[in-house]
């Protein structure tokens, strides 16, 4: 029974959508709409409208958004600024792209999943990148594109289709922050 806990642990971070029902206090809410009311997440709420994302999280699919805050926004500064002009999209959808991995993942999955591998566990993107979940101490990481942030395990929130793990920091540094 225990290996079967611990199979279902690291399944739910394999980066394959979980078909399952919603865990036990989601939102009936879509993750659009739990983006779009969750304090301090406004500016990623209001750069996948921008981009013609929003709908994504509005469909049947099911998806976990590493969902930078909008303090991580504004320490990208001027790029950041940048990327949210008209002719910067293509850039922006690219970078929340890989803010984003198919299924829906919550921190107490993911913790377990690095304790039963005994190690990091890593996923792929929508955007086809990597991102690496670890722990530092008791606190819950994510990496990716040589940046780090630190997940809000307070801030998650369980919608209808998946979930919205706050991070404090853009994982993708757009071309010119680098």
Do not use: W
């Amino acid at each position: 029974m225990a290996l079967a806990l611990i199979a279902a642990s690291v399944a739910g971070c394999s980066g394959e959508p979980d078909a399952s029902l919603p865990s036990e206090g989601a939102s009936s809410e879509t993750l659009a709409t739990v983006l779009a009311e969750t304090d301090g997440l406004g500016t990623a709420s209001r750069a996948l409208v921008d981009t013609g994302l929003a709908p994504v999280f509005d469909g049947p699919g099911t998806y976990t958004l590493l969902a930078p805050g909008d303090e991580a926004f504004a320490a990208l500064g001027p790029a950041g600024e940048g990327l949210m002009g008209e002719d910067q999209r293509p850039v922006l959808v690219a970078l929340l792209r890989n803010h984003i991995v198919p299924g829906q993942i919550d921190v107490d999955s993911v913790r377990s999943a690095i304790e039963a591998k005994q190690g990091p566990v890593r996923m792929r993107t929508l955007g086809g990148g990597t991102v690496s979940f670890t722990l530092d101490g008791e606190n819950l990481v994510v990496s990716g594109d040589g940046q780090r942030a630190a997940i809000d395990t307070a801030g998650q929130v369980i919608a209808s289709n998946g979930a919205v793990l706050p991070i404090d920091a853009v994982l993708v540094r757009p071309p010119a922050a680098q």
